[in-house]
């Protein structure tokens, strides 16, 4: 089909100057606003794997009588696995005890701090915000539950925390994490209030390579507690940092060495006239005849929804992501609205992925007319073609010029943070 030789095209030419697409999504009911936050959440802590895992969730509801009955459905570009879904039943089941737990716990925070009650006529969805939860007010068995529910996600989402840990950081020869270790080496702690943030962080970083394995199966369960407070500490340093309005120009004053990586600049992928050709470094990646393409789960399940739907289920016009959608997954969706059916994620990195697969069997599924396939196949192509001539044009632009010149957990407040128990030798630059 032309519009996934498209994609196959578009993979050759990288956006440039391009942000993330962030979608403005009217869900004017508040409690539904709310979910968008669950169901990325919930796609989110449900990755375990290396590589190439992506997972999409979507939420029905159906009326029975006086019951309302709630579906989960998941979808995942490499199947979803018995583990997984395992997993996904025992964390619903754990946050709707924790959610009693922290029901009960803010009616006696309500009552000791004297803030008036909810009305018992106002319905769920127009309820007071809720107090800020301070864990340190915890009963101890509600510390202990939180606490493991905590270890359950992060030890089951380990060999992806370690695949990030080590992923290749391209400048240079090594991996993003040694390669952040080796540069906060070179700090001057005291120049700043960035350069001591960034010092923490690499203490952190620093003991998950001498300490975590490759999965859960092979993590002392007397560490977990530092695992924890580690990525927990991650979390609000990250905060921090991106709450100062100079960090920036902070960085770039640090009185350090910083040596010159090597980069491989993207005109140089285009250099030689053979590899201008579209579809040149397709033909080196794919070189036999067929290539098997996949549909992407967030398209998938956008397409189960609407097919539901005929039965009576409700679905929220949200579907939560494990990561951001490809261009092609982005656009889709976005021509699935134009003929009112209407789903949103939380973004696009902009990025194009071969083999990407259009849905023409699914959308035949759905019971979509002939007439709304159609409309649906020309918006996508008409906005990828844009896109593609657009960035094709800026590439070229970008070569003529070298020629002559050249998505959390809120974490701990810093203030309360301490990383002594995170202190270990300090890996040394590779020579």
């Known amino acids: 089909m032309d519009v996934e030789h498209l994609i196959a095209l578009l993979t050759e030419v990288n956006p440039q100057n391009e942000l993330p697409r962030r979608a403005k999504i009217p869900l004017e009911d508040p409690f539904h606003d709310r979910l968008r936050n669950v169901l990325d959440a919930i796609a989110s ?11 999409a969730v979507g939420m029905q509801s159906q009326q029975n009588g006086s019951e309302k009955g709630i579906i989960l459905t998941l979808a995942s570009n490499t199947g979803i696995n018995n583990k997984t879904f395992e997993h996904a039943r025992e964390l619903i089941s754990d946050l709707k005890a924790l959610g009693d737990d922290f029901a009960e716990h803010r009616k006696i925070v309500e009552q000791e701090t004297q803030i008036s009650q909810i009305k ?3 319905s769920e969805l127009s309820r007071a915000e809720s107090p800020e939860i301070d864990e340190s007010k915890f009963s ?3 510390r202990q539950k939180v606490h493991d529910f905590r270890a359950k996600v992060f030890l089951f989402a380990l060999p992806k925390i370690y695949q990030r840990l080590h992923k290749r950081y391209q400048p240079t020869r090594s991996s993003r994490g040694f390669a952040f270790v080796n540069l906060t080496n070179q700090l001057d702690v005291d120049s700043n209030d960035s350069a001591k943030i960034l010092w923490d ?3 952190v970083i620093n003991w998950m390579f001498h300490s975590l394995p490759k999965d859960s199966e092979s993590f002392p369960d007397h560490m977990t507690h530092l695992l ?5 500490g991650l979390a609000e340093l990250v905060r921090q940092l991106f709450q100062m309005e100079t960090w920036l120009s902070d960085f770039s004053k640090i009185p350090s060495e910083i040596r010159p990586q090597g980069a491989t600049s993207l005109l140089s992928d ?6 201008k050709i579209p579809g040149f470094q397709l033909q080196t990646s794919f070189p036999g ?7 992407h789960c967030e398209c998938k399940l956008a397409l189960h929804l609407v097919e539901t739907s005929c039965s009576g289920l409700s679905a929220l016009p949200y579907i939560g992501v494990s990561k951001l959608s490809c261009l092609a997954c982005w656009e889709f969706l976005s021509s699935l609205r134009k003929i009112d059916h209407i789903f949103y994620v939380k973004g696009s990195h902009s990025k194009a992925y071969f083999p990407w697969k259009f849905p023409e069997v699914e959308m035949g599924n759905a019971r979509l007319r002939q007439e709304e396939r159609d409309q649906i196949l020309n918006y996508l192509y008409s906005s990828l073609a844009d896109t593609y001539k ?8 970008l070569r003529k010029m070298s020629d002559s010149t050249v998505g959390s957990d809120d974490g701990i407040p810093y203030k309360d943070l301490s990383f002594d128990e995170f202190d270990m030798p300090r890996i040394l630059r590779r020579r």
Do not use: F, Y
């Open 270 to 275: 285009i250099s030689k006239d053979v590899e």
């Open 390 to 397: 657009r960035r094709l044009e800026a590439e070229e632009w």
């Open 140 to 142: 101890s068995h509600l």
């Open 45 to 55: 802590v449900l990755i375990s794997q290396p590589k190439g895992e992506v997972i």
């Open 201 to 203: 962080a690499s203490r």
């Open 289 to 295: 005849n067929t290539v098997q393409g996949k549909i």
């Open 120 to 122: 018992s006529q106002q």
């Open 228 to 232: 924890i407070k580690g990525l927990r």
